[in-house]
């Protein structure tokens, strides 16, 4: 048995605990804590302390049994538990960390701890889970934390579909005072998505899962496994590494505009890389909500509100008419919602005139010397796809790392609905290993079918963050090709800068799009 948080002595009692959990009727099965039993699932025995497969203890500080495993991720595993020292076996959720899948094992511990005694002060909010204990056992480290009962707003999107504008307020008054409190803590949540916010049976909506919440003052390592948040709801700059209080506020805003439409966030964004989410909304909204909103989501941080307190203070003001509408703001990924097309109506013919005849001809001439000119449009049209698809590629691959510690090779893994093959362009994923000459990247590619498109590239790769060896993050660029061509790009141009961050350079026969 493990050492308890806080305490010397193995075996030492646990913490009391204050819940706000109901009373709980837990199935007639119980789950074994270590991550390679053969059969961690058995029929509960409450008099059972270790499991018959492997032997590993079944109560965690000999009071906690876990029930089933809940969440899985680069942090580790999340179950769900009954504290079976209290009369009325409360739920509770147990986190348990993965120390054998990270490179630091005794920085990641300090990490983990310094995680626990930010909990304990963020868990004396109503709407935060309480933390119940932090534990040392078998060689693992675990939370337990308050089970926080109700649905998910991503379950009340599934089953009910897109939520009202009248209903967005509401969430963001409930939340907006959450995420100050926890900045006034300088804690950054860095995950907050429909997924993480559940609504309590009495309406109360709480944020929850603060697994890849970091300290603003406090540095983390990249390679560590540590979640950092869902590639759809992630500001850009969260995607390098670098999240800020205003990372959150993106997310909250990404999140509103998602339940407004219930469509992908990648899918609300257009070729040009703007939000088009007010295209797909099914009632109308004030133009405060509306303008709140984008400035909430706005790709530039210094473009967005900069506190919680701000956005409240935004919409406490007296709402005014509606002048004129809002423009769109710059996104974050670029994924291209397809058009809506009207279907129009057929004139019916009439017998040509000379006066007619004469017409026509002079328009097909015209006609004639104007297509160039649309062709290139409608190339340019083609290729804006494949150009925001890179885009998108890349920021996914930064999320990806950051989850999973490595790039991803499989386009469907990074989770943005993209095909390998769609009626213009073809997609892959080309990883670039490590060398003395370069370092750890991925390619992502689109090439198209015919000679008359050109192709795009999208590079990211591994760098030091702020040219200290010791914290890593990740870095992209996207290029495309000079002259229209079906062949595949060549690798980036690597060179070893004087700054050890590796300067990337787009492959020959590119110019680069933007950093």
């Known amino acids: 048995m493990g050492a308890i948080a806080g305490e010397a002595k193995a ?28 059969n961690p699932t058995a029929p509960l025995n409450h008099s059972a302390n270790h499991c018959t497969s492997c ?69 004396a909010h109503p709407q935060i889970p309480a933390l119940i204990t932090h534990c040392e056992q078998d060689n693992y480290q675990y939370l337990v934390q308050e089970f926080i009962d109700g649905q998910t707003l991503a379950q009340t999107l599934r089953d009910r579909g897109p939520f009202a504008v009248t209903d967005i307020e509401p969430i963001l008054h409930s939340l907006l005072p959450v995420l100050e409190f926890i900045h006034s803590h300088e804690v950054i949540h860095r995950d907050i998505k429909p997924d993480n916010i559940i609504r309590r049976p009495d309406g109360q909506l709480a944020l929850v899962d603060f697994g890849a919440a970091k300290h603003a003052t406090g540095t983390a390592l990249l390679k560590t496994g540590t979640s950092i948040g869902s590639a759809e709801f992630i500001a850009p700059e969260q995607a390098r590494g670098k999240a800020t209080y205003a990372s959150d506020l993106y997310s909250l805003g990404v999140t509103c505009v998602h339940l407004l439409t219930q469509m992908s966030p990648f899918d609300l964004i257009d070729g040009d890389n703007q939000w088009v989410w007010q295209d797909w909304l099914q009632g109308k909204i004030s133009p405060e909500l509306r303008h709140c909103l984008n400035r909430m989501i706005a790709s530039a941080p210094n473009q967005r509100f900069q506190s919680a307190q701000e956005v409240q203070e935004f919409l406490a003001k007296p709402r005014l008419p509606d002048t004129k509408p809002s423009s769109p703001l710059p996104a974050t990924s670029a994924l291209v919602a397809p058009p809506v097309s009207t279907p129009r109506s057929r004139p019916l ?162 110019t680069m799009l933007d950093r």
């Not at 893994?413 to 670039?432: A, W």
């Open 11 to 38: 075996n030492a009692p646990l913490l009391p605990i204050a819940t706000r959990s109901r009373p709980f009727m837990h199935p007639a099965m119980s789950y074994c804590l270590n991550p390679v039993c053969p």
């Open 55 to 123: 032997g590993f203890a079944l109560l965690l500080g000999d009071r906690f049994r876990a029930l089933k495993p809940i969440g899985q991720g680069g942090f580790g595993r999340t179950f769900l538990a009954v504290d079976e020292a209290t009369p009325t076996k409360p739920r509770c959720v147990i986190k348990q960390s993965m120390p054998d899948q990270l490179t630091h094992r005794e920085q990641a511990a300090a990490l983990f701890h310094q995680e626990a005694l930010r909990l304990a002060e963020l868990g």
């Open 349 to 510: 013919r009439k017998p040509l005139t000379f006066t007619a005849i004469f017409a026509f001809s002079v328009g097909a001439i015209a006609a004639a010397v104007t297509l160039p000119r649309f062709a290139a449009e409608a190339n340019r049209a083609k290729e804006s796809e494949a150009r925001a698809y890179v885009g998108a590629m890349g920021r996914a691959q930064q999320a990806y790392f950051l989850e999973n510690n490595q790039f991803s090779e499989s386009l469907t893994r990074l989770g943005l609905g993209i095909q390998s093959e769609t009626k213009d362009y073809s997609y892959k994923i080309v990883p670039l290993p490590a060398t003395d000459a370069r370092p750890l990247a991925v390619q992502n590619i689109a090439s198209p079918k015919k000679g008359d498109l050109k192709t795009f590239t999208s590079i990211v790769w591994l760098a030091p963050l702020d040219g200290n060896q010791n914290e890593m993050t990740t870095l992209s660029i996207r290029c495309a090709s000079n002259q229209p061509t079906v062949q595949l790009p060549p690798p980036p141009r690597f060179s070893q800068d004087s700054t050890p961050s590796h300067a990337v350079m787009c492959p020959f026969g590119y």
